[in-house]
């Protein structure tokens, strides 16, 4: 069954980096779109970023453009979100995401948190 698991969250000061990692399996994972989503407190959830199959096309949210990257390692599986000059507005829990087969299947989350 597909699994998505993410890591890398925490608690980090204004200005600061994060880096999250998705780990996947289930499915053919270099086949495939991945993206990344947030839902901050209180809010719906968004999307951040997506990276396509072979990594050769990014698109990313107007409020996140120029501070966040997304990448991936087809032969790891993994897909990852690298985060810098975080503001407190970045606060959510961050999803990975991958539409297979017609349904959207997402991690646990994880917690990031923008503070000083």
């Known amino acids: 069954q597909v699994q998505l698991v993410e890591s890398g969250g925490g608690l980090v000061q204004p200005g600061g980096s994060l880096r999250l990692s998705c780990a996947a399996s289930?499915?053919?994972?270099?086949?495939?779109?991945m993206s990344w989503y947030r839902q901050p407190p209180g809010k719906a959830r968004e999307l951040v970023a997506s990276i396509s199959s072979g990594g050769g096309s990014r698109n990313y949210a107007d409020s996140v453009k120029g501070r966040f990257t997304i990448s991936r390692d087809n032969a790891k599986s993994t897909v990852y979100l690298q985060m810098n000059s975080l503001k407190p507005e970045d606060t959510a829990v961050y999803y990975c995401n991958v539409n297979y087969w017609g349904k959207n299947y997402w991690g646990q989350g994880t917690q990031v948190t923008v503070s000083s």
């Open positions: 289930g499915f053919p994972f270099s086949g495939y779109f």
